[in-house]
């Protein structure tokens, strides 16, 4: 059965952190990219970041870069995001994503940057 669970969500504050965390089970960890996409109130979902296989490559959409990191284990089968200096547009839900021949999405967690 095929799991991804992500996790670290939650409330900050405009110029906090957060690091999300999306754990994988079922599938060859390994021999996937990793992507986290989210999706804001009333909006399309974006791709956030993308990390290849073997964590050699990352791609990061533009309004991102620069503040966002992602990073995999493959050794513990789990992607991260750290997010960093985040802003008030940066609210959504957060979803983790594997591709190659088959797709899968995690169920999302929630990402709120408020005062």
């Known amino acids: 059965q095929v799991q991804l669970v992500e996790s670290g969500g939650g409330l900050v504050q405009p110029g906090g952190s957060l690091r999300l965390s999306c754990a994988a089970s079922?599938?060859?960890?390994?021999?996937?990219?990793m992507s986290w996409y989210r999706q804001a109130p009333g909006k399309e979902r974006e791709l956030v970041a993308t990390i290849t296989a073997t964590g050699g490559s990352t791609n990061y959409a533009d309004s991102m870069k620069g503040r966002f990191t992602i990073s995999r284990d493959n050794a513990r089968n789990t992607v991260y995001l750290q997010m960093n200096s985040l802003k008030p547009e940066d609210t959504a839900v957060y979803y983790c994503?594997?591709?190659?021949?088959?797709?899968?999405w995690g169920q999302g967690t929630q990402v709120t940057v408020s005062s």
């Open positions: 994503n594997a591709r190659n021949w088959k797709t899968y």
């Open positions: 079922g599938f060859t960890f390994s021999s996937y990219a």
